[in-house]
C-alpha cells in the first residue's frame, strides 16, 4: 500500500519541479494553463491540479485577469533561505566581492545544473555607471563562453569529447569557436594558462575570463569568472582579470577544502 502510494505521489513531485523551473525562465514567466501543460508535456487536468496545490502554498500566483501563473512569493523566502544556509555560496561571497573590487568588473559564479548546463548562482556588480549585468539563476551551454570551457577543459577528455558531440558547437555570434578541432585546441590552451578566455563568443559586446574552482578530488564544481566590455579589452587587462580571476578561484577552492590537479600552478601568495 505505501509502495502504491509512493509511486502515485513521486510522478506529482515530478511535475510540480517541472512546472516550477519552466516557469523559472525569463520568457515563461507569466504563462497559460494551456502553454504549461504543452510544453512540458503534463496532461492539463492534472497540470491544472498541481497548480491549485501550488498557488495554495504561494509558490505559484494565478493573474485571474490575464488567466496567467507566475512564480509566487513564498519562493523569495525559500531562495533567501536556501542563500543562507548552503555554505559555499556564503564562503563564495567575500571572493566575488574582492574579485569585484580588484577587477571593477562583475564577478560571478556558476555551477552545473546538468550535463550540459551551467547556472549563475552568486554574482558581484561595481557601482559603475555602465557594466555587464546579469541575472542569478540564468544558464548557459556547457560548451558556451569561458564558462563552459574553463569547466569541460579541467574534465577527463573523453567525458568532455561526449558532452561536446551531444551538445554540439551551437554559434551564438560570428566570434563562437563552432570547428571541434578548434575547440579542443582551446581547451588544451585553458589548461596550460589555468583559466579561459572568451571574446564575445556568446554575446556581441560582452567578453570574459574564468577560473575553475576544484573539489577534494580535483574535480571542477564551480566557476568563478570575471565579465566585462569588449572596449574595455586589451592584452594587458586580459591578462590582468585573468590572474585575479585565477587567484579569487585558487582561493575559494582552498576556503572550500578543495584541492586542484597538479597541473595547476599556481603560485601561494605566502611564498616568496
Known amino acids: ?36 501543460s504543452k510544453n512540458i508535456s503534463i496532461n492539463k487536468s492534472t497540470c491544472h491540479r498541481i497548480l491549485k496545490v501550488l498557488e495554495n502554498s ?27 544556509f548552503i555554505d559555499y555560496l556564503e564562503l563564495s561571497k567575500p571572493h566575488l566581492k574582492w574579485l569585484c573590487q580588484e577587477t571593477q568588473q562583475t564577478a560571478v559564479l556558476l555551477e552545473p545544473i546538468s550535463n550540459n548546463r551551467l547556472m549563475y548562482i552568486a554574482k558581484e556588480e561595481p557601482s559603475l555607471p555602465i557594466r555587464v549585468t546579469v541575472n542569478i539563476g540564468q544558464r548557459f551551454p556547457l560548451t558556451s563562453a569561458s564558462f563552459g570551457k574553463c569547466f569541460l577543459a579541467f ?17 551564438f555570434t560570428n566570434k563562437t569557436i563552432t570547428n571541434l578541432e578548434e575547440f579542443m585546441q582551446e581547451l ?25 574552482v576544484f573539489d577534494l578530488h580535483g574535480n571542477v564544481k564551480q566557476v568563478i569568472s570575471c565579465l566585462f566590455l569588449a572596449q574595455q579589452t586589451d592584452t594587458d587587462n586580459v591578462s590582468f582579470y585573468g590572474s585575479k580571476v585565477l587567484e579569487a578561484a585558487t582561493k575559494l577552492t ?3 577544502g578543495g584541492r586542484p590537479p597538479f597541473e595547476v600552478l599556481i603560485k601561494d601568495e605566502d611564498e616568496d
Open 155 to 171: 574534465m577527463d577528455k573523453m567525458k568532455a569529447e561526449e558532452i561536446i558531440k551531444n551538445i554540439g558547437l551551437r554559434q
Open 254 to 256: 582552498k576556503t572550500s
Open 188 to 212: 588544451e590552451h585553458v589548461r596550460r594558462k589555468g583559466y579561459a578566455e572568451s571574446y564575445e563568443e556568446y554575446l556581441p559586446g560582452v567578453c570574459g575570463v574564468a577560473a575553475p
Open 1 to 36: 500500500m505505501v509502495e502504491k502510494q509512493e509511486r502515485s505521489i513521486v510522478p506529482a513531485v515530478e511535475s510540480a519541479i517541472k512546472i516550477l523551473e519552466y516557469l523559472s525562465r525569463y520568457k515563461h514567466r507569466a504563462s497559460t494553463l494551456s502553454d504549461i
Open 58 to 84: 504561494n509558490f505559484v500566483f494565478y493573474n485571474e485577469e490575464k488567466k496567467q501563473y507566475s512564480l509566487g512569493s513564498h519562493l523569495v523566502v525559500l531562495g533567501t533561505r536556501a542563500s543562507e
